[in-house]
């Protein structure tokens, strides 16, 4: 089975899918194809009615999406439950992980979405703060209780890493300063998951 992942390379939803591929010992079935969003003749749109990344094309055709429906999909293909667990609270406070990881990014894309498709006179301060708000409270939730790093690590670290990685490379690392837990925790993902600095955005 060949699959095709079409993405962008900054992406930390897409950046979220390549580790888990890794991990999952599945990046050698994987064709990385990157895709221009801003292009009205991008086939994307075809695959994904929504126009977002990631997708994943199988064989057949077939395109899945979003990050975490994909993610799932690997998991089942590498045999299941190795980077989610199957059932009970531990699944779904993985997933809770996850979700929380994921809606930091959402926030963080919006904010670079407003600086980059609106004028200045017409970004809205209010709207940007409401996002950072939640970039905080985010921060503050993950570092109080930061999942574990199991062997393989499970999505919900995953997320978490490639959220923290999405403020580094859009945000200049501000949130650094304010979380010496949170950035030793990630140097101990990176050391644990080479994937996570072969994915990083230039």
Known sequence: MT??????????FARKVR?????????????????????PAETLRVQNPLGKIPALVLDDGTALYDSSVIVQYLDTLAGGVRIIPPSGMARFQVLR????????????VLQVYEGRYRPAELHHQ?????????????????????????EPPHIGAIATACALGYLDFRFSGDWRAGNPGLVAWLERFEAAVPAYAQTAPE
């Open 126 to 150: 209010p709207w940007l703060d409401r996002q950072a708000g939640k970039v905080a409270r985010a921060l503050a939730a993950i570092a109080a209780d930061p999942p574990p790093l199991d």
């Open 97 to 108: 992980q996850e979700a929380l990881a994921d809606g930091l990014m959402d926030a963080g």
């Open 19 to 39: 580790i888990a591929a890794s991990v999952l010992d599945l990046s050698d079935q994987i064709t990385l194809e990157t895709t221009d969003l801003n292009d």
């Open 3 to 12: 699959m095709i992942l079409r993405f962008a390379p900054p992406s930390p």
